[in-house]
């Protein structure tokens, strides 16, 4: 089992800067892979980005190297670095693990509970 609890949502505005953050527990960490996703209002959960175990990254392409994933393995933390946000990145930010970073890509075996990304215009 693996627990996930996100932080680091909030209220910003377009162009600003965010940093969301996983601390994971229960099985260990570095044996996950680890991704984001997000869920805007009306739409379907969306992928974000992936990490492998061992640190290759993978993106979706409309983030346009705008967000960056990474991870700590000392601190059981996975990070989602987000730069020049957009009103349209508003949406609540999962937090997902599984055992390789294709596995988080298609069917995350654990997720987090959210946190709220608020962007305005």
């Known amino acids: 089992q693996v627990q996930l609890v996100e932080s680091g949502g909030g209220l910003v505005q377009a162009g600003d800067s965010l940093r969301l953050s996983c601390a994971a527990s229960?099985?260990?960490?570095?044996?996950?892979?680890m991704g984001w996703f997000r869920q805007a209002p009306g739409k379907e959960r969306e992928f974000v980005a992936a990490i492998s175990r061992s640190g290759t990254t993978y993106y979706a392409e409309f983030l346009k190297g705008r967000f960056t994933i990474s991870r700590d393995n000392a601190k059981n933390t996975a990070y989602l670095q987000m730069n020049s946000l957009k009103p349209e990145d508003t949406a609540v930010y999962y937090c997902?693990?599984?055992?390789?970073?294709?596995?988080?890509?298609?069917?995350?075996?654990?997720w987090g509970q959210g946190t709220q990304v608020t962007v305005s215009s």
């Open positions: 997902a693990a599984g055992t390789t970073a294709a596995a988080v890509h298609t069917r995350p075996g654990y």
């Open positions: 229960g099985r260990t960490f570095s044996s996950n892979a």
